[in-house]
């Protein structure tokens, strides 16, 4: 593999920002390129793991742990850890679930298939209920089921719908205090007009 694609799978491209420079760009050319680069390398028994992954790094994790055996004790770390799997303060929901994803997997590779209603279990279990209780309540009910893609897909449209409130909301909060300091601003003029006059009118009269 060339030097650059071998960074690619060493770094990480966010794909979901603006790509506003020359490396950023260039970043994100050579991890297509790693990208297929890998898939064009394997056989076809990878993938369907492959499919899903969104970066070079995620595919070569993925193609490491297909090919990674593990003892008992080992899926016994990785059940800990995946009951332990709670959500970081400031964890984006896309790294969140790879990291799931990625012990799920593990768990797979030791020979424990988890049914996929389990599965999507796990992907909520670790969110804060103060945040995601109410689309936690709309997966239940979903039509489409509680199938770990449509799971993924409405927790990563959910933070995007929470991120674009939070913008709003603290671009409503500017606003306002603007048009506070723009009051008072307004208030202090008035007040040293008025004062500037009474002084002009006291002269006048002496």
């Given at each position: ?52 992954c ?35 303060e ?25 049914p ?23 997966i ?50 008035f ?10 009118r ?5």
């Amino acid at each position: 593999m060339k030097h650059e694609c071998w960074e690619a799978v060493q770094g990480e491209v966010n794909r979901e920002e603006e790509v506003s420079s020359q490396v950023a760009a260039f970043r994100v050319r050579m991890d297509d390129k790693a990208q297929s680069l890998i898939v064009s390398s394997v056989g076809d028994e990878f993938l369907d793991d492959l499919d899903e992954c969104t970066s070079a790094r995620e595919m070569w994790e993925t193609l490491e742990n297909a090919c990674t055996s593990y003892d008992i004790l080992q899926e016994i770390l990785f059940f800990r850890e995946l009951s332990r799997g709670e959500k970081q303060e400031t964890e984006t929901m896309q790294p969140y679930l790879s990291r799931i994803q990625d012990l799920i997997k593990k768990i797979g590779k030791c020979g424990l298939e988890l049914p996929d209603k389990v599965v999507s279990m796990f992907f909520l279990i670790g969110l804060p209920l103060d945040q995601y209780e109410g689309i936690i309540r709309i997966i239940e009910i979903s039509p489409e089921g509680q199938t770990p893609k449509n799971v993924k897909m409405k927790l990563l449209l959910e933070e995007k719908r929470m991120k674009h409130q939070s913008e709003r909301t603290d671009n409503n909060s500017s606003a306002k205090d603007s048009h506070k300091v723009l009051e008072v601003q307004n208030a202090r003029n008035f007040s040293n007009k008025v004062q500037e006059n009474r002084e002009t009118r006291d002269r006048r009269d002496n």
